[in-house]
């Protein structure tokens, strides 16, 4: 590809409002250009780097068994409906009606499709196990787009479904994709983990998400450095120490004037928070087909640790989960910055598991300026649940090992999910078993998506200069840069060259452009191709070129004659370098 033919321009300074430096980088480059709120076009650098990553997936997908298909992005509802997503599932779903006022739905995800798709195809055990993929758009309406390419809301994605006979057959396959993941992310050079998450919106019984750490990341990952223990604050579970062991006393009112939070009440006692029991009051919704229910939601967390919503909505099985008003808190018999599940009517009462570990705790009272002390669960009251609801923090003890805990920031780039037979038990998708009895399939899902992978990688490789992406995935491997000045004899040798590369199957980007020479070196570390080769008057005249990795500062003089091999062997060698990264990745 000519530059002077390319389309698509570089910028000279980011467009306001562009924090993520990968946002940033892929637009001055000409890779990406946005169209809308979370809505953007992949220029050809992008399109060429995209359909590279596409080439990966197919490859590690191809590798443990998968077959590429191809399914609708526009669904009807109904298969939406059957499974209960069109109900539980937010405005994030784009929904409409085509002509016949009939109820479609814009493709979320595609497990409901794949369902479909065993009740028509899946007839005995002897076809299983199987696994399907296919690489296609998405849609999810999200309310807060942000950093380019990170967070969209129309978007490619690899998504895979394996099929088999049982949760055994299943855990093979989960396993399978947990290490072909790690090898796309490690042939695209973009390191990450491994970390346990929610399920959220597509249920199932296990999931783990693939995280690139980054501090524009908008997960919270709780961590261990000393036994590798890794989750989503989500789910994360850590040590929680009770109380020392000390006799139940008997439950009195104080005073506590102007003490309505638990730092304001700790320092009027002259207490640890570890003393005091926190009230956090919510409304979950659950999606029905008559409307949506709210249930009236009252926990209590230990004074030190926080509510972790996630943990609180699964255990409701909410479909969300808002903070309560003044109004609907007062409406239960509660008392803001004063509240007490005693007494309490039309609430459900939630409290973390340490609440019955933890004697003698300080609580509200239900009347303002005043709190109780004394309180100890079950003998005050008697929870309509105790569970884990604390959110895992810094410093908190590891599970595993006890150590100390820390948080980082990190992008989601894939998921898999252990799904089982919620999808396919919805619609009646089975297979007769050896004995001739009817079984449901047993489902796995899987995800990544290319464009977010894109820009992890532009946010990962990058200097102030400009991109510099690996050459797995960059799009030309070359960037070649002609300096003729006025002589004629350097252009026809360029050309000479170009025409020579791209007989040799080189992928090559040709600056023909009749530039100075400063402003096409900054394009060409804007632009971030792995390999700058540079015919100028002076490298002419001593018959040779210029060769110049992106990731490295040193210049190299390479007879003209030598050019194709050099450079053959250059791309060999960098694609090598990735190669010896590959490793098999203990699962967690």
């Known amino acids: 590809m000519k530059m002077s033919q390319l389309f698509g321009t570089t910028l000279r300074e980011a467009p306001a409002g562009t924090e993520a430096i990968s946002h940033q980088l892929l637009l001055r480059a000409g890779y990406v250009r946005q169209l809308g709120q979370g809505i ?14 596409e080439q990966i997936l197919r490859d590690e997908m191809n590798a443990i068994g998968g077959q ?23 405005p994030e779903m784009g929904r409409f009606k085509d002509r016949k006022a009939r109820d479609m739905v814009l493709a979320v995800t595609h497990e409901e499709v794949v369902a479909q798709l065993c009740v028509s195809e899946i007839r005995s055990y002897k076809q299983l196990p199987l696994l399907i993929y296919h690489i296609q758009t998405k849609f999810r309406d999200d309310p807060r787009p942000r950093a380019g390419l990170i967070r969209v809301r129309e ?23 947990y290490q072909a993941y790690f090898n796309i992310f490690n042939r695209c050079t973009l390191p990450v983990i491994a970390v346990g998450s929610d399920v959220g919106m597509m249920g199932g019984s296990l999931a783990h998400e693939y995280m690139y750490l980054t501090p524009v990341g908008e997960d919270t990952l709780v961590l261990c450095r000393n036994c590798g223990y890794a989750a989503n604050r989500q789910v994360a579970t850590f040590a929680k120490t009770p109380t020392r062991a000390e006799e139940s006393l008997a439950l009195e009112r104080i005073a506590t004037p102007n003490a309505a939070t638990i730092d304001e009440l700790c320092a009027l006692l002259a207490i640890p928070r570890t003393r005091t029991a926190k009230a956090v009051m919510m409304v979950a919704s659950h999606e029905e087909n008559e409307g949506t229910r709210e249930q009236f939601v009252f926990a209590v967390v230990r004074g030190d640790m926080e509510l972790n919503e996630t943990k609180l909505s699964n255990l409701v099985q909410a479909d969300g989960l808002r903070p309560a008003t003044e109004e ?24 973390d598991e340490i609440i019955p570990q933890s004697a003698n705790l300080v609580i509200g009272a239900n009347a303002a300026g005043y709190h109780m002390r004394h309180l100890n669960v079950p003998r005050d009251f008697r929870p309509d649940y105790v569970a884990d609801i604390a959110a895992a923090g810094d410093g908190f003890g590891c599970i595993q090992c006890g150590e100390p805990l820390y948080t980082s920031r990190g992008v989601e780039v894939g998921n898999i999910f ?24 047993v489902m796995g899902s899987y995800g990544i998506g290319t464009g977010r992978l ?5 946010e990962h490789h990058n200097d102030e200069r400009g991109l ?29 060259l170009y025409a020579q590369l791209l007989a040799a199957d080189v992928e090559v980007l040709y600056d023909d452009r009749d530039e100075r020479a400063g402003l096409k070196f900054t394009d060409a570390d804007l632009i971030g191709l792995p390999i700058r080769v540079t015919l100028s008057g002076k490298t002419f005249e001593n018959a040779a070129i210029e060769i110049k990795r992106r990731d490295q500062d040193n210049l190299d003089l390479i007879p003209l004659a030598d050019a194709l091999a050099t450079i053959e062997h250059l791309i060999a060698a960098m694609f090598a370098e990735i190669a010896a990264g590959m490793t ?5």
């Open 584 to 588: 098999e990745v203990p699962f967690h």
């Open 468 to 496: 510099c992406m690996p050459i797995s995935i960059a799009p030309f491997h070359v960037h070649l840069v002609v300096l003729a000045g006025k002589n004629p004899a350097v252009k026809q040798a360029a050309d000479q």
């Open 418 to 441: 252990k799904l089982g037979t919620r999808y396919t038990s919805a619609v009646n998708a089975t297979y007769l078993d050896a004995n001739g009895e009817q079984q449901p399939v």
């Open 155 to 177: 978007f490619i994605m690899k998504d895979s479904y394996s099929l088999d006979l049982d949760e055994a057959g299943l855990d093979v396959q989960y396993r399978a994709h």
């Open 40 to 53: 953007f076009s992949s220029l050809p650098l992008a399109f060429r780097s995209l359909k590279k990553i």
């Open 454 to 458: 894109l820009a992890c990688v532009a």
């Open 68 to 90: 590429e298909l191809l399914m609708p992005v526009v669904h009807p509802a109904d298969i939406w409906k059957n499974t209960g997503r069109w109900y539980s599932i937010g």
């Open 328 to 351: 609907e808190i007062r409406a239960v018999g509660a008392v803001p910055g004063y509240a007490s599940p005693i007494g309490l009517r039309n609430a459900t009462v939630v409290v």
